[in-house]
């Protein structure tokens, strides 16, 4: 499996941007995808994740800032961002594997996409 992910940008404080996770491969649709940010300087961490079917979807907190969404016809998960802070301001990866909350769960990384909000 192959993942690219795009969507990311400059925006202003109190934004939205909405990210891509595109896939290659037959086997996307049975894995759940998981999206991390990793800001300078600080470890990789959990932003948000979707089981296969879609149906169950996992979030690092209940702030309900985030969305995540799959299309598994188009190989593809969505990250809806809303209300952006300058704090939320990171490069964001997505990945697929047998995972959910750790980054050790997931086989398959994408490059990235940087998410840069200005106050």
């Known amino acids: 499996v192959q993942l690219q992910a795009s969507g990311g940008g400059l925006v202003q404080a109190g934004a939205s941007l909405r990210l891509s996770c595109t896939a290659s491969?037959?086997?996307?649709?049975?894995?759940?995808v998981g999206w991390f940010r990793q800001a300078p300087g600080k470890e990789r961490e959990f932003v948000a994740a979707?089981?296969?079917?879609?149906?169950?979807p996992y979030y690092r907190d209940s702030s309900g800032r985030s969305t995540i969404s799959r299309d598994n016809a188009r190989n593809t998960v969505y990250l809806e961002l809303n209300t952006l802070q300058p704090e939320d301001t990171a490069v964001y990866y997505c990945?697929?594997?047998?995972?959910?909350?750790?980054?050790?769960?997931?086989?398959?990384w994408g490059q990235g996409t940087q998410v840069t909000v200005s106050s």
């Open positions: 990945a697929a594997g047998p995972g959910i909350y750790g980054v050790g769960g997931y086989n398959y």
């Open positions: 491969g037959r086997t996307f649709p049975r894995h759940v």
């Open positions: 979707i089981s296969p079917s879609g149906d169950s």
